[in-house]
Nanobody
Framework: EERVVESGGGLVQPGGSLRLSCAAS????????MSWVRQPPGKGLELVSS??????YYADSVKGRFTISTDNNKNTLFLQLNSLKIDDTAMYYC??????????RGQGTQVTVSS
């Protein structure tokens, strides 16, 4: 069974940092691109970042602040979130697929940025 499980979210002050993780299982992780998407309260899904096939994509809103990476030996996707802003508050999801908001995803991990 294919599965992804997100973790690492939390409550942080503006300017703070978090590291999100996505543990994948049931598929050959290194054969697929992976994405992070987020859903702010009351809004739709937004593509945040993708990695795969030698390419990395960041949404303009997070460029220079967020860093996506993978550990293929551990089938894990990461997203380092730095210089967090209140507008970054959202549920963050890991998606199997490159530059897509649709696909296999987990239950999400909540990131709340508040003073």
């Amino acid at each position: 069974e294919e599965r992804v499980v997100e973790s690492g979210g939390g409550l942080v002050q503006p300017g703070g940092s978090l590291r999100l993780s996505c543990a994948a299982s049931g598929f050959t992780f290194s054969n697929y691109g992976m994405s992070w998407v987020r859903q702010p309260p009351g809004k739709g899904l937004e593509l945040v970042s993708s990695i795969g096939f030698g390419q990395i994509y960041y949404a303009d809103s997070v460029k220079g602040r967020f860093t996506i990476s993978t550990d293929n030996n551990k089938n894990t996707l990461f997203l380092q979130l730095n210089s967090l802003k209140i507008d970054d508050t959202a549920m963050y999801y890991c998606i199997k697929g490159f530059k897509t908001v649709y696909g296999l995803r987990g239950q999400g991990t909540q990131v709340t940025v508040s003073s």
